[in-house]
């Protein structure tokens, strides 16, 4: 199966600064992948498809000028969080998009995940 | 995608069979059951999927029933190493890949 490399691991980063998480797939190209955040006892929100050179799309609700997706190559998409707040304090995770065989089953490989606090 | 129904949690004694079920009793022609579980801190890890027939892989069995408006995944003996949250998911073949996820079953195995 895929391989995903999310760096870092944890950040800590003061209020209105931006931080920038990575998301390499090590052992497949990576056509999609997804953006999800988590919250303490929550489960996992996605917030934006990440295409290999296009748009990402943003889930509702999810403020794309705020969470900027980049997917300029097929092994590695990033997740900026610009102007952070203590809100903005979670557990970000991404994931690579696999196709299972001839049956056309989608099978998500999720990185370690990125846990960011801000204070 | 439909929606899925799962208990919140759950215990099982170390050793024994873990029996976790699913409802998707709006469940369509075309989606798939996923099963993801989430070890505390760290990203889920897919166990198995299965459309219609029953599935069994290293990890775990699924079994669907014929209707296809619930399911039980399965591990046959479960470790302490299994707790975790797991997550039944439904996804159509035909869509983007992106998976949203439910609040999941926690599962607490005790020695």
């Known amino acids: 199966g895929a391989v995903v490399s999310q760096h870092p691991s944890w950040v800590i980063c003061k209020s209105g600064t931006s931080v920038k998480i990575e998301c390499r797939s090590l052992?497949?190209?990576?056509?999609?992948m997804f953006w999800y955040r988590q919250f303490p006892k929550q489960s996992l929100m996605l917030m934006a498809t990440?295409?290999?050179?296009?748009?990402?799309?943003?889930e509702q609700g999810v403020e794309k000028d705020k969470f900027l997706i980049n997917h300029a190559s097929l092994t590695l998409s990033t997740l900026t969080v610009t102007s952070a707040h203590p809100e903005d304090s979670s557990f970000y995770i991404c994931?690579?998009?696999?196709?299972?065989?001839?049956?056309?089953?989608?099978?998500?490989?999720f990185g370690a995940g990125s846990r960011l606090t801000v204070l | 995608d439909a929606k899925t129904t799962q208990p919140t949690s759950m215990d099982c004694a170390e050793g024994r069979a873990a029996n976790l079920p699913c409802n998707h009793s709006?469940?369509?022609?075309?989606?798939?059951v996923y099963w993801y579980r989430q070890i505390h801190s760290q990203g889920p890890q897919y166990i198995i999927h299965?459309?219609?027939n029953n599935e069994t892989n290293e990890m775990a069995s699924l079994i669907i029933t014929e209707d296809r408006k619930s399911s039980t995944l399965i591990l046959p003996h479960a470790t302490l190493r299994d707790t975790a949250v797991y997550y039944c998911?439904?996804?159509?073949?035909?869509?983007?890949?992106?998976?949203?996820f439910g609040q999941g079953t926690t599962l607490q195995v005790k020695p």
């Open positions: 998911v439904l996804h159509g073949s035909s869509n983007t890949g992106k998976l949203i």
């Open positions: 709006t469940i369509s022609g075309n989606e798939y």
């Open positions: 994931s690579v998009r696999r196709v299972f065989g001839s049956s056309g089953a989608n099978v998500l490989t």
């Open positions: 052992d497949f190209q990576a056509t999609t």
């Open positions: 299965g459309l219609k």
């Open positions: 990440s295409n290999e050179g296009s748009k990402a799309t943003y």
